[in-house]
Structure formats: C-alpha cells, structure tokens
C-alpha cells in the first residue's frame, strides 16, 4: 500500500495524533529529544528505528503512560499532559511484550479486559464478537491462551486493545517473535483496521514491515531524522546510485569497497555487495578497481534503494552534522 495512495484516500487529513517539540529527559539522558509530527486518520504511522532510539517513550508519552519534559502533545483532540484518563477511553495499546494471561481462555481474557474498559452486557457480547471476526479468532474462544501459537496470542492481544472501538490504537513492536506468515496475517488485519477509518501508530525495527506504512518515521538516538511516504524517502537517492556487485571472494571485497573514495557505503547481503556511491559514473571505476585487486569477475547492476539505505543514509548525515 504506498504513502500516495493512503494520502488520497485521506485527503481532509483529519489530524486525531500530534506532538511538537516533545521531549523527555531521564536525568541527564534525553531520551526523546524535540520530536514534531502530526497523524492523520485512518492512516498508518510507522516509528522506525532500532532499540533505544526512542519509539517506545513517544508512545507512552502519547498515551498518557509518561509525562512529557517538554513539549505538546494531542491525542483525538486530548492533551497528553493534562487528560491523559480521557485519552486511555480512547485508544488501543498493544505492548511489544505479551502482557496477556496464559492460564485464562481467550474468551476470559477478553472478558476481563473489557471490564477494565467499563464494556459489559450485550455491549461486551457485540463487541466481542466483532473483535474476533476482525482478527480471525472466531473458533478460538474457548482455547487455553497457553496453547495458541504466537501468532494467535498477537491476534488475541489486538482484540483486547480494540474491544472499546477506539478511533485511534497504539502497537509497540506488535510482531516480535512471530514466524512470517502470521506477520503477514498481522499487517493484513492492520490494513483492514486502516480502511475502516482506525489510526494505526506502530513501532518497528522491521524494514519489510515499514514499507506497509502510509508514512515512516525515522528516529535515530531519540530524534526525528526523517518523515514521509517511502517513495519520497527513497527519492533521496538519484538514480542509479544504488548499486548491486557479484564478484569472488565477496566477503574481503567489502573492505576493498570501503577504501574508494566514490563509494559512500558498502555491505555484504548474502553472497553479493551493495554500494551506494557519490554518481552512477563511479560503476565503471568500482567495476575496475575490484577486477584489478583481484576480485574478478565483477557484475555491477543499478537497484532501487531499500529503506535500509534510507535509514543508513540519514544516520550518517546526522553523525557527520553532530561531529561537524
């Protein structure tokens, strides 16, 4: 689903999630370090980075779990500093971590989560009912949570964070150790939730997992490096400036690589290389160079950039801006 599309099926832009400037410092550690941006509904807003780059303290921060140090935030039109009870009747949260319990059935974990979101009666059974559609767990309701593969106990864990029908839901992380067809399954129902008109806020490390996103945040270090769809992400990068090698000996031939000076990064993917250099000129000069250390024969191929390069690609700007 690409960011073009989501924004014209958006095109009011009904903002439901912002923060500005918002900040929060643990001591003498900044954590999350003046970050802006606005959430659209029904759009699904991708926080990647890796651990420690501060994903986890902005959603808690937009949930009302954490005070911010600094900085404004809104959620459905509630500020995060000062109603952050009447924001948690209005969201969904999944944690990156299962919090649900094993020794329960699925049907008395929802049961029990939908008691602490005060939903009870024929309201319960209507809404129960409609999660279990939604995430596929119709015939699971009386299995032990013990027992479901982990695939399950995410579905499970989304039905509890969307018993309430909230407009906008939080997921942390919501696919970790899970095998990839249930990822796949997981991001299916997240797409759906999306075309139903619900805000998808979602923290990944996972690039495949990214690129499902209307638009991506990059953090880095508890800063913003970079927002938008991932074609504009990825326009950073001129044409042909992405390139693909096989060559002998791959593994030494990075090091050689990372000694020319046309050539911005190089790594090793499997048996072949990618660079990404300063022109698509410098093909040949790469191309010559590894034949004559002795790395022949050399393939060389222009690719289109993956959001890994993205994301590497702005990490250096802002070291090389912060050594500067």
């Known amino acids: 689903m690409s960011g073009a599309t989501a924004e014209g099926r958006h095109p009011a832009r009904e903002i439901v999630v912002s923060a500005s400037e918002l900040t929060r410092t643990f001591g003498d550690f900044v954590a999350v370090d003046h970050v802006s941006f606005e959430v659209a509904r029904g759009e699904i807003f991708g926080f990647l980075g890796s651990n420690g780059a501060g994903k986890t303290t902005t959603i808690r921060m937009l949930c009302g779990l954490l005070r911010p140090t600094s900085g404004k935030g809104t959620v459905d039109g509630f500020d995060i500093a000062t109603e952050s009870a009447a924001i948690k009747t209005r969201i969904g949260y999944m944690s990156q971590k299962f919090s649900l319990y094993t020794d329960l059935t699925v049907d008395e974990n929802l049961r029990f989560w939908a008691g602490t979101y005060r939903v009870w009666g024929r309201e319960f059974e209507r809404r129960r009912d409609w999660a279990l559609a939604v995430t596929g767990l119709e015939t699971r309701r009386q299995a032990l949570v013990a027992d479901l593969p982990g695939g399950f106990r995410q579905r499970l864990a989304l ?164 050594s500067s």
């Open 159 to 322: 039905s509890c964070a969307l018993l309430h029908e909230p407009p906008v839901v939080f997921l942390d992380e919501p696919t970790g150790g899970v095998d990839p067809e249930a990822r796949r399954d997981f991001w299916d129902l997240i797409d759906d939730l999306s075309e139903g008109g619900v805000t998808i806020f979602v923290t990944t490390h996972s690039m495949d997992e990214a690129e499902r996103c209307h638009r991506v945040a990059l953090m880095h270090a508890g800063k913003l490096l970079a927002l938008d769809t991932i074609p504009r992400l990825k326009a950073v990068f001129p044409e042909g400036s992405v390139l693909e090698l096989e060559c002998a000996d791959a593994a030494r031939a990075v090091e050689e690589l990372e000694n020319l000076s046309e050539v911005v990064d190089a790594a090793l993917f499997g048996d072949r290389l990618r660079a990404v250099v300063e022109s698509p000129e410098a093909a040949a000069t790469i191309e010559r160079s590894l034949v004559a250390a002795g790395f022949g024969p050399v393939t060389v191929n222009p690719v289109a950039p993956s959001l890994e390069d993205v994301f590497i690609r702005f990490i250096h700007e802002a070291e090389e801006a912060e």
